[in-house]
């Protein structure tokens, strides 16, 4: 069974372009949440979504976005990029969302780098 | 908030040393709780998980952990490690469903043949 991928795994923008990363689960699974990753902050969460619908959602600001389309995959967008946007964003897919605790398979990330 | 705490930020060990990595969360309700580990270049794997059930939980290559409800911990622990445990390891809680996970700091282990 194929892991979760992330595409693409680097990227560099410049201060107030905006980009898009994405995330396609392992087959089966419906819930896909994002994560953020800093050595300063570690791994914080962004938010999940399941059946297309943002259940749960992390202490960013509104630049940061996502949405989920109806085969499961996802994508986050992040406008007006700030230097503090350099970091790893990984994806997390797990067979159900909503209530209940399931485990969560990561992807290898998405690099983004804001110069 | 909720929130976990990682007591060691980095451990350095010889092999065949026993290893124990800490963790205490935040969190009075029901919780869930995860070890994740970062093998340098690799992305997170789930070590091992305890829902509800045996306090005691066994995950892959040998890593158990003891969830003691009264201490809010969660500790990780490994009899003998090898050169190939040197990763990065992540605690982490979840609690009132929704797949959201709050991770601890993480451990930096090196282990030295």
């Known amino acids: 069974k194929a892991g979760v991928t992330q595409t693409p795994r680097y990227l560099i923008k410049t201060r107030g372009q905006q980009v898009t990363l994405s995330c396609s689960p392992i087959?089966?699974?419906?819930?896909v949440s994002w994560y953020q990753q800093t050595p300063g902050q570690g791994l914080q969460f962004l938010f999940e979504y399941f059946s297309e619908t943002q259940r749960n959602k992390g202490n960013f600001p509104g630049r940061f976005s996502g949405r989920q389309f109806s085969n499961s995959r996802s994508e986050m967008n992040v406008s007006t990029l700030e230097l503090g946007d350099s970091a790893l964003y990984l994806c997390?897919?797990?067979?159900?969302?909503?209530?209940?605790?399931?485990?969560?398979?990561f992807g290898p990330g998405t690099r983004l780098t804001v110069l | 908030a909720q929130s976990v705490s990682q007591h060691n930020h980095h451990v350095i060990l010889s092999e065949a040393a026993s290893l124990e990595l800490g963790c205490n969360y935040s969190?009075?309700?029901?919780?869930?709780l995860f070890w994740y580990v970062q093998y340098p270049g690799q992305h997170l794997q789930l070590l091992l998980k305890y829902f509800s059930g045996d306090p005691l939980v066994k995950g892959i290559k040998g890593f158990e952990a003891e969830f003691i409800k009264s201490k809010f911990s969660f500790n990780l622990r490994k009899p003998s490690v090898q050169w190939s445990d040197t990763a990065e390891y992540f605690c982490?809680?979840?609690?009132?469903?929704?797949?959201?996970?709050?991770f601890g700091a993480g451990t930096r282990l090196a282990v030295h043949p």
């Open positions: 087959s089966g699974h419906r819930s």
């Open positions: 969190y009075g309700g029901t919780v869930n």
């Open positions: 997390a897919s797990s067979l159900v969302g909503g209530q209940g605790i399931h485990e969560q398979f």
């Open positions: 982490a809680v979840n609690s009132g469903g929704y797949n959201k996970l709050i």
